[in-house]
Nanobody, 115 residues
Framework: VQLVESGGGLVLAGGSLTLACSAS????????MAWYRQAPGNQREVVAQ???????NYADSVKGRFTIWRDNEKNMVYLQMNNLKPEDTSVYYC??????????WGQGTQVTVSS
């Protein structure tokens, strides 16, 4: 599965961005679609994940501000980010996990939040 992220950019604190991840094939068999992020010097961390059932889980740091959803018809997953903070600045990666194959990753998209 090839994943391509889009929608990153520069935004002022308090602003919003929507990230999109396009998959090269049907994601209906993908067990978990997720967004991760990695800031310089930090480990990659999970931001949000959505299961095949549509159930979503979020990191505590983004709960109430970010929303993840998947569109199996369009082979897309999205991340709506509201009330962005400077600490949200990172490279955001799309991930797809299909059991038992493993995880696939996109190249990442930069999100920069300026104060």
């Amino acid at each position: 599965v090839q994943l391509v992220e889009s929608g990153g950019g520069l935004v002022l604190a308090g602003g919003s961005l929507t990230l999109a991840c396009s998959a090269s094939e049907s994601i209906s068999s993908i067990n978990v679609m997720a967004w991760y992020r990695q800031a310089p010097g930090n480990q990659r961390e999970v931001v949000a994940q959505v299961l095949g059932t549509g159930t979503a889980n979020y990191a505590d740091s983004v709960k109430g501000r970010f929303t993840i959803w998947r569109d199996n018809e369009k082979n897309m997953v999205y991340l709506q980010m509201n009330n962005l903070k400077p600490e949200d600045t990172s490279v955001y990666y799309c991930s797809a996990v299909r059991f038992p194959e493993g995880a696939y990753w996109g190249q990442g998209t930069q999100v920069t939040v300026s104060s």
